[in-house]
T-cell receptor, first 110, second 116 residues
Framework: DQQVKQNSPSLSVQEGRISILNCDYTNSMFDYFLWYKKYPAEGPTFLISISSIKDKNEDGRFTVFLNKSAKHLSLHIVPSQPGDSAVYFCAANSGYALNFGKGTSLLVTP | DTGVSQDPRHKITKRGQNVTFRCDPISEHNRLYWYRQTLGQGPEFLTYFQNEAQLEKSRLLSDRFSAERPKGSFSTLEIQRTEQGDSAMYLC??????????????FGPGTRLLVL
C-alpha cells in the first residue's frame, strides 16, 4: 500500500511563476518529511526537509509547508527556473526507511 | 567530492547470472541504505546498516538478494540468479547517526541493472 502519494504525475509552469507540488500521506507515525529532485539516470538529490513539529521550512527559493491535520505537505518553488525541470519526490521517514511517493515531473518553460 | 559513490553505474547481465554492486558512503556517515527504483515508481527501501550491523533486512525482495558491510565502510549488494524482473535502478544512500541531519539520507548516482 502506498503510504505517500503524489497525485499529480506532471506539472508545467512558466519561468518566474510559482511551482506548487503536493504530497499526501496516510501514516500518522511519520515524523520527518523530505523533498528530493531527480534527473534521469541520476540518484535523488536532497532539496529540503521538515520535521513534524514545524509547519513551514524555507531555504532560498524552496519552501515546504506541512499540514499535519490534513496529512498533507507541499513544496513551493518561487520563482521557478528552467533548471528546476526534473522529477520531484516526496518522502517520509518512519525511523530508518524513507517511504517515497511516485514523483511529480515538473517542466518549467521559458 | 565526498558524496556517495556507486560502482558500476551500469550493468547488463544475462538471466541466471549473479551480480554485485558496491556503494561507498559519505565518509563520516555510519548508516547506509539500499533502495530499488523501477520505472514510474519512487525508490523502495531494501535494507540498512548501522556501521557493520545489518539492522533491517526483512524488506529485501527475496532470498536471492543479500547485502554486506563487513568493515562498516563500503557495502555490497548481491543478486543471485538474476531474473528479468530484477532490472531496475539500485540506489545507495547514507546518513549520520546523530545531529540535525540524522534523518536525511543522501543518495548516490545509482547502478542501472538490465537483465536480458
Amino acid at each position: 500500500d502506498q503510504q505517500v502519494k503524489q497525485n499529480s504525475p506532471s506539472l508545467s509552469v512558466q519561468e518566474g511563476r510559482i511551482s506548487i507540488l503536493n504530497c499526501d500521506y496516510t501514516n500518522s507515525m511519520f515524523d520527518y518529511f523530505l523533498w528530493y529532485k531527480k534527473y534521469p539516470a541520476e540518484g535523488p538529490t536532497f532539496l529540503i526537509s521538515i520535521s513534524s513539529i514545524k509547519d513551514k521550512n524555507e531555504d532560498g527559493r524552496f519552501t515546504v509547508f506541512l499540514n499535519k491535520s490534513a496529512k498533507h505537505l507541499s513544496l513551493h518553488i518561487v520563482p521557478s527556473q528552467p533548471g528546476d525541470s526534473a522529477v520531484y519526490f516526496c518522502a517520509a521517514n518512519s525511523g530508518y526507511a524513507l517511504n517515497f511517493g511516485k514523483g511529480t515531473s515538473l517542466l518549467v518553460t521559458p | 567530492d565526498t558524496g556517495v559513490s556507486q560502482d558500476p553505474r551500469h550493468k547488463i547481465t544475462k538471466r541466471g547470472q549473479n551480480v554485485t554492486f558496491r556503494c561507498d558512503p559519505i565518509s563520516e556517515h555510519n548508516r547506509l541504505y539500499w533502495y530499488r527504483q523501477t520505472l514510474g515508481q519512487g525508490p523502495e527501501f531494501l535494507t540498512y546498516f548501522q556501521n557493520e550491523a545489518q539492522l533491517e533486512k526483512s524488506r529485501l525482495l527475496s532470498d536471492r538478494f543479500s547485502a554486506e558491510r563487513p568493515k562498516g565502510s563500503f557495502s555490497t549488494l548481491e543478486i543471485q540468479r538474476t531474473e528479468q524482473g530484477d532490472s531496475a535502478m539500485y540506489l545507495c544512500a547514507s546518513s549520520p547517526t546523530a545531529g540535525p541531519l540524522e534523518k536525511t539520507q543522501y543518495f548516490g548516482p545509482g547502478t542501472r541493472l538490465l537483465v536480458l
